[in-house]
């Protein structure tokens, strides 16, 4: 589906792109240490930036097509070709839009340094509207309808063209996740974006202003040297590059020195510290280096011949603003891609469009299902992002590389394939310049939900619940907010006395956690989970797990014992002091239980305290009568290590402890003790197995015959 503020082209553009591949189907090699070659068999359009280089060309069957391929940081490998969109004319008229070229007619293109190529489409009735595709098959076009358009300039994301109908200048952003208010429309002139920045004249010869679109403030106002008013613009990163006409005065001002530097006058076009003209004169392609301050003389990268137009700009060569290389077309009809040999400026972000700081995998509310963000570089860059749960164990990680921008898209799944479990994740973009030198890196939290529950997670918040029954027959779940205290409730009334519930894990598909009752009859119950959008009563949706379970004087949820990621039932049997393990099919039932430990009639506190130790096993507390809490750590494979000792001469007043969960939102299982006075206590989990000491959470808990 394509996102917001994106199109997707008609069935019958899609019909006319045909199956037929395009021109180079393997990666073109170098023909020299210094030069790549990509054949084609003739080229309508041409430009390069940020690391994809972007044709029009024939496909097999004779249809023009605009195509992309990714370019190597060194140009010396070139991936296979891809569409973006159709540059014939379809049956009801509509085409590409062309200008006059050597070639016949040649479409306008404007490489993004994204990946994105700009041009306008052209209706049956002559209107014109811009289109940046983002995809082959997508392309933001929701652009107004006018004659002469023409793009100015491209920045990643951001886009401004110029319309001779109306002459007016229009800016925007292609909406490739959220949507952003950044519209403007003003009087045509020269400019130049860079990121978010606007650059374009200001008032009084060389004159410049610096335009921020998401802030909608003029940021920077600078005295360029220019003797004139501006009449094109070119920015790279701290370069500016201005003229005052086709055969006027021409610089480039140092943003960072504050230095002018003039430059050869004539059309160009400005990379990294440098700039490239075409002399036709002499027939070649001659390069300006200015990175050191002074401009050097000329000198020769590429031969190209005169030809008929006078500007061939993206028509017969272009250069790379967001990198070294500089594209023209050659005798042979193929792209040759040669490299500036100017060292360029350390790795920097330009932009970026950060996701906020949740994620419902669930799509619940119409949200996205996918954490979706993006960075745009001043030159092509290889990343990796990582994403870490609250012990810092790293759970997903993704890399990309060889463009100028990184497009991150977190569907909430670990590196195995499966959903992660609902909490509070780091997450770490590291980028690193694939030439020269930088480096950047960024980093954020993000707070999970819809994805596996935490330990004794009923509201599928990522947050651990507290379960209490009253004398009156109210079971009650309380959750927190991750502050470390239980701040709202649900309740649900008619639980006979005797009722004991047990918060559990999700036994079928839809991450749901469930919630266990063993009635006073000795049935036991699963209730299907409800996420946290409603109360429990006993004639809620359930199904039987079978009957004689008063049997067992302990039935608790530890977490995954057994390995496989679902939540298993632990049992004590009240004849032997046997403990038993239940594993959850995923089915919505239990496994015949299996004995694993004998004779723990010693314990007079038995709690499932879910994953304690961050190894994604889960874990059990056992307190012996001398008041030692111990703690056996669970196997995996449905078993218990030899118990380790976590607190001596504990816990004489609590006749409750609940394994309660996160409640604090640090990622780590904490626990719950009620006292004999009504008093309730929190200890929050350090993630290595033991505890902080007790903090009070809540009084009057007296009231309550079962805490769970």
């Known amino acids: 589906m394509p996102r917001r503020g994106l199109l997707p082209v008609s069935i019958a553009a899609l019909m006319a792109l045909g199956t037929a591949s395009l021109t180079v189907a393997e990666p073109a090699g170098a023909s020299s240490a210094a030069e790549t070659v990509v054949p084609t068999d003739g080229l309508w359009g041409l430009d390069i930036a940020g690391g994809y ?38 049956a009801v008229g509509q085409h590409a839009e062309g200008v006059p070229c050597d070639a016949g007619s040649c479409v306008p293109l404007r490489a993004t340094g994204n990946g994105n190529v700009g041009y306008f489409s052209v209706r049956s009735d002559g209107t014109e509207r811009a289109q940046l595709w983002t995809s082959p098959d997508t392309y933001h076009g929701t652009e107004p309808a006018v004659t002469g358009g023409r793009f100015t300039d491209v920045s990643g ?162 250069v790379d603003r967001f990198g070294g290389d500089i594209a023209y077309l050659g005798p042979d009809k193929a792209v040759h891609i040669v490299q500036s040999g100017v060292p360029s400026q350390g790795l920097a972000k330009i932009e970026s469009d950060v996701d906020g700081t949740t994620l419902d995998v669930k799509g619940r509310n119409a949200a996205p299902t996918a954490w979706d963000s993006s960075w745009q570089f001043n030159k092509p860059a290889t990343w990796t ?36 479990y609902n909490g509070t994740y780091s997450w770490t973009l590291a980028a690193t310049a694939a030439e020269g030198t930088g480096t950047f890196t960024t980093t954020g939290t993000l707070g999970l939900t819809g994805g596996l529950q935490g330990h004794h997670d009923l509201g599928g918040a990522r947050f651990g619940e507290m379960v209490t029954l009253n004398s009156s027959g109210g079971l009650t779940l309380h959750y927190t907010k991750g502050t470390g205290t239980l701040d709202w409730k649900q309740s649900g009334s008619g639980w006979p006395a005797g009722t004991l519930a047990v918060p559990f894990g999700d036994m079928g598909s839809d991450r749901c956690a469930e919630l266990l009752v063993r009635t006073p009859s000795g049935e036991l119950r699963r209730y299907a989970g409800t996420c946290g959008s409603g109360a429990y009563v006993p004639n809620s949706g359930h199904t039987s797990l079978g009957t004689g379970w008063n049997a067992y004087n302990v039935l608790t949820a530890p977490g995954d014992l057994t390995g ?52 994604g096993v889960g874990d059990l507390l056992a307190r012996e009568k001398d008041g030692t809490l111990y703690r056996y750590d669970g196997r995996g494979d449905g078993t218990l290590k030899d118990r380790v000792a976590v607190f001596g001469k504990w816990g004489d007043g609590y006749n409750a402890i609940v394994g309660a969960g996160d409640l604090t939102g640090d990622g780590r299982n904490d626990l719950v003790e009620r006292d004999t006075s009504g008093n309730l206590y929190r200890n929050d989990g350090k993630g290595n197995g033991s505890f902080t000491g007790r903090t009070k959470i809540a009084t009057g808990w007296s009231t309550y015959k079962g805490v769970f």
């Open 564 to 615: 496989d990621g679902r939540t298993d039932l632990l049992a004590r049997k009240a004849s032997t002091g046997d403990i038993y393990v239940f594993a959850n099919d995923g089915h919505g039932t239990l496994l015949p239980g299996r004995k694993i430990r004998t004779g723990w009639r010693t314990y007079n506190h038995i709690v499932g305290a879910g994953d304690l130790t961050g190894d």
């Open 53 to 90: 280089l972007s044709t029009v060309e024939r496909a097999p069957n004779g249809d023009p097509y605009v195509t992309n391929r990714t370019v190597s940081a060194d140009g010396a490998t070139v991936g296979a070709a891809e569409r973006r969109g159709f540059a014939g004319t379809y």
């Open 385 to 420: 992002f990582t994403v870490k749960d609250g012990l810092g164990k790293e759970v997903r990680t993704l890399r990309g590389g060889g463009s100028a921008a990184a497009r991150v898209e977190w569907d909430g799944r670990t590196d195995a394939g499966g959903y992660a």
């Open 157 to 318: 994301r951001f886009f401004a063209y110029s319309a001779a109908s109306t002459g007016k200048q229009y800016v925007d952003v292609v909406q490739q996740s959220r949507t952003a208010d950044v519209r403007l429309t003003r009087t045509a002139s020269a400019a130049s974006l860079w990121g978010t920045r606007l650059w374009a004249p200001g008032s009084g010869a060389g004159v410049v202003t610096s335009y921020d679109l998401k802030t909608k403030k003029t940021v920077a106002t600078v005295s360029t040297g220019a003797p004139c008013t501006v009449k094109e613009l070119q920015v790279t990163g701290r370069w500016l590059y201005w003229n005052c006409g086709p055969a006027g005065a021409a610089g480039v001002y140092d943003l960072t020195a504050k230095k002018k530097t003039t430059v050869p006058s004539g059309p160009a076009l400005v990379g990294d510290g440098y700039l490239v003209q075409h002399d036709r004169s002499a027939g070649q392609l001659k390069l300006t280096d200015f990175h050191t301050g002074t401009a050097q003389a000329p000198r020769a990268v590429a031969e190209l011949p005169a030809g008929t137009t006078a500007d061939q700009r993206r028509q017969t060569w272009a």
